[in-house]
């Protein structure tokens, strides 16, 4: 820049004494000549001259200055354009100073690190890191998550330039895995054999070249013997080339037959990204063409490519061969499979398998493998028919085989995705049952103090009273809060249910007037029962709460619709074991079911939605509207039940979805047929006043002050203990005792382990256990004889009543 400015300075001084040469040369013209005419044109000319001289000088000094002081960054754009890795430099201010095309595709061009088109968690993440890097020069992170659907980013940032005013940002994807489908082909058995009656001899070499195994065919041609294993040797001892490239076995020289040798990689791509594409495992294909030197073979391998066809459709991995334009020759059904194109046939170009996106690309590669020497690889692309979910095609070039020039490998994963899906969802639903059972149990314990407590305050305010209202609304609340922690414990299965042999249509007519009235008059109830229904065995309770809450969800999602009007439809069907074998589910096992169908015309559940319907508290309904826990309280009353629910959508002529279906199978009852129960006997009155010395044994202090309240005022003498060892102690201290109330859970010394100690010197000592668990799992789990059983939440009379029945029952026996 300060040459500049002195170049400028001289300019100026040139310009400075040719004015001044103008003025003297003039004036002597004058002198000479006394002529006005002309010495006003000489000066005229010498004006104009000047003018031109200082227009071109700034004209040349502004672009240099603009060069000097703009810097040009095509150069670094140049520089940083790397494929599958978005670049992009920002300075102080967090403003875009250049991105290559990769970050421009990926994030926009009105985007800048680290305010990215990203959810909250990732533009919290982006920020942190930014200061990482303008605090300590760089940093990374492992995943930032992007689009719903897209592959992950693995982000890295340094900090750069002279006065290290601007970060670099590098954004790379992560590579998704593939399975390896031949990895564990045994090529020593029947399969191996087939190949070599067909003139294909196999072998699998690692990533050294060291053969892992071969088929009976390369060892019998290669040293004489079929039964050989040759692991451990070198695969290219075994075969010689001739100077034309054509390659023979070893063993039998160039009187043999040529061999057309095929590179398959089995390596996992996410390997080849970091060591390159020969660093795995590869399947070695020596393709015999059918015709020896001695009969004039001129490299035609027509017959190798009838050969490598019958190949293909016998491998398990998906195949399929281009020609040099990337137009498809054939494939095998593995391949058609994998692209769910069964029936229909392949399309003109692999690119018409892939997304827009990825067109391009897909392209490129075919073309380049298809051509030049033959080579191997890996891309990761999307299907149109997969959009969300990346594969891995494998591309090798093949050499020798006519057209046949690019051979392409895709793993047929539908099935194994489908399995993880499933798996997923099954672990996710497992845990939060759990979760959801261990809440309950525990909500259930403040809620049983809460009841208690307020029962207790009853006693002692009537009707009228100020507070009396108030206590009798926090009472109510409370016994809603209840009926909450029954259903998450009906999702979790530990309810306590009372199972009986009925028939699916008396339950369905049953519930069919309230249903009605709840549905109103806009929506259309339609039943339906097929023939030779087959007994099941359910609570009819709990099975009418299952109805209830389907057909509830069913009309709020017709209201939803706008329309207001619409049809229910509850259909029963009897299914055969041999029809469900033909349904082919890896979920539902084969055996007799009544089938229950609940179908709406509400307009279908989105396809995002399906996956997370039986969650607890998950509801699409406005706030307020719902408590998210009527789908999942089906779920599990009818898991519980031994049964299986499914939702679907059902779809029109147009595959659009119209209306939701949610099926119910409950297994055929294959016991007796169920005779007429009689009807149990009433409980034993509950006026028990004859008293009796209680122990009483509760961890929770507020559940032990309300149940010892309650029993002292109903006239039992208590003995109140927090844990098991201390009830177990007032026992061995010589306390006479006529009955045990006893929590299940608690720390140390929990309640069964307690009792079973007492018994062992007091074995007819009767026990009431209380707990917010399921009573019949409880008896699964405790296993204990003559034991008496209290669900939480009760309230004082409930557990007065309950010791009074115990100690009658006691004193009768």
Not at 30 to 45: C, H, I, K, N
Not at 144 to 154: D, I, R, S, V
Not at 440 to 468: E, K, Q
Not at 524 to 532: K, T
Request: glycine share 10%.
């Amino acid at each position: 820049m300060k040459a500049v400015l002195q170049a400028n300075d001289q300019n100026r001084l040139m310009i400075a004494g040719l004015a001044a040469a103008l003025f003297v040369s003039a004036g002597v013209l004058w002198l000479a000549t006394r002529e006005p005419a002309l010495v006003l044109s000489y000066a005229l000319g010498l004006g104009v001259l000047l003018i031109g001289v200082f227009t071109f000088d700034s004209m040349r000094a502004e672009p240099t200055a603009q060069i000097e002081t703009s810097p040009d960054w095509t150069v670094t754009i140049a520089a940083i354009e790397e494929a599958g890795e978005a670049v992009a430099i920002t300075d102080r201010a967090n403003r875009l100073v250049c991105a290559n095309s990769a970050f421009i595709d990926g994030f926009g061009i009105g985007a800048a690190p680290p305010s990215l088109p990203l959810e909250r968690e990732g533009l919290e993440a982006m920020t942190r890191l930014a200061r990482e890097a303008w605090r300590d020069g760089s940093g990374a992170l492992k995943e930032l998550a992007g689009k719903a659907g897209e592959t992950p980013w693995k982000v890295t940032v340094e900090r750069a330039g002279r006065g290290e005013d601007h970060l670099i940002w590098r954004f790379r994807r992560h590579v998704m895995p593939s399975s390896d489908a031949l990895a564990d082909l045994n090529l020593a058995g029947p399969f191996g054999l087939m190949l070599s009656r067909a003139g294909i001899e196999s072998a699998i070499t690692g990533p050294d070249g060291v053969i892992k195994t071969v088929s009976a065919g390369f060892a019998e041609r290669s040293v004489g013997d079929s039964t050989a294993t040759m692991a451990g040797q070198d695969f290219v001892t075994y075969l010689r080339s001739d100077d034309r490239d054509r390659i023979f076995f070893a063993r039998e020289g160039r009187g043999g037959t040529p061999q057309t040798l095929i590179h398959v990689p089995l390596d996992d791509p996410s390997a080849q990204v970091q060591s390159g594409p020969d660093e795995g495992p590869s399947l070695m294909l020596l393709v015999d063409s059918g015709v020896g030197i001695g009969s004039g073979w001129d490299g035609s391998s027509q017959a190798g490519v009838a050969q490598l066809d019958a190949l293909l459709a016998q491998l398990p991995l998906g195949l399929a061969m281009t020609d040099r334009d990337g137009r498809f020759l054939f494939c095998n059904d593995a391949f058609l499979r994998s692209v769910d194109r069964e029936g229909r046939g392949l399309p003109a170009f692999p690119t018409d398998l892939v997304v827009r996106e990825d067109k391009g690309a897909m392209s490129d590669a075919v073309r380049r493998h298809g051509r030049g020497p033959a080579t191997s690889g890996d891309m990761a692309v999307r299907l149109s028919i997969q959009p969300e979910e990346p594969v891995s095609i494998g591309l090798a070039g093949v050499r020798g085989l006519g057209e046949a020039a690019v051979l392409l490998s895709l793993a047929d994963s539908s099935e194994e995705n489908q399995l993880k899906r499933q798996v997923a969802q099954a672990t996710k639903m497992q845990a939060v049952g759990q979760l959801a059972g261990g809440v309950a149990h525990d909500f259930n314990n403040v809620l049983t103090a809460i009841i208690g407590t307020c029962d207790l305050m009853l006693l002692r305010h009537t009707p009228g009273d100020s507070d009396y209202d108030d206590i009798q609304q926090i009472r109510a609340n409370s016994n809603r809060a209840a009926s909450l922690t029954r259903q998450l414990l009906a999702f979790s299965r530990q309810q306590t249910l009372r199972p009986e042999i009925l028939q699916l249509p008396d339950v369905v007519s049953e519930v069919g007037p309230l249903i009605k009235r709840l549905l109103g008059e806009k929506i259309q109830y339609y039943v339906q029962h097929d023939r030779d229904l087959g007994p099941v065995r359910a609570d009819p309770q709990q099975l009418e709460q299952v109805i209830m809450n389907l057909a509830v969800n069913a009309r709020d999602a017709i209201q939803s619709n706008g329309k207001g009007s619409g049809r229910i439809s509850l259909l029963t069907r009897s299914l055969q074991a041999k029809e469900v074998i033909k349904l082919g589910s890896e979920i539902l096992p084969a055996a007799d079911y009544t089938v229950l169908i609940v179908q709406d015309t509400g307009g279908g559940i989105p396809a995002h939605v399906l996956p997370k319907l039986f969650e607890p508290f998950f509801t699409t309904k406005e706030q307020g509207k719902g408590t998210g826990l009527g789908l999942s309280t089906a779920y599990g009353i009818v898991k519980q039940s031994g049964g299986f629910i499914f939702v679907d959508n059902v779809m029109d002529q147009n595959d659009r979805p119209k209306g939701a279906r949610f099926t119910i199978y409950f297994p055929v009852y294959a016991g007796e047929a169920p005779k007429k129960i009689a009807e149990a006997p009433p409980e034993p009155s509950s006026d028990w006043a004859e008293g009796g010395r209680i122990l009483l044994v509760e961890d929770e202090d507020m559940v032990r002050a309300v149940a010892e309240r309650a029993l002292a005022r109903a006239g039992y003498e208590v003995t109140a203990c927090p844990g098991g060892e201390e009830g177990l102690a007032a026992i061995a201290d010589g306390g006479e005792f006529d009955l045990i109330v006893s929590d299940v859970v608690m720390p140390g010394m929990d309640g069964p382990a307690m009792v079973r100690a007492i018994r062992q010197k007091l074995p007819h000592m009767p026990v009431l256990f209380m707990s917010g668990y399921a009573e019949e799992q409880l008896r699964k789990d405790i296993d204990i004889p003559d034991m008496h059983f209290i669900p939480k939440p009760f309230s004082v009379q409930a557990i007065g009543d309950k010791v009074g029945n115990v100690m009658q029952r006691v004193r009768r026996s």
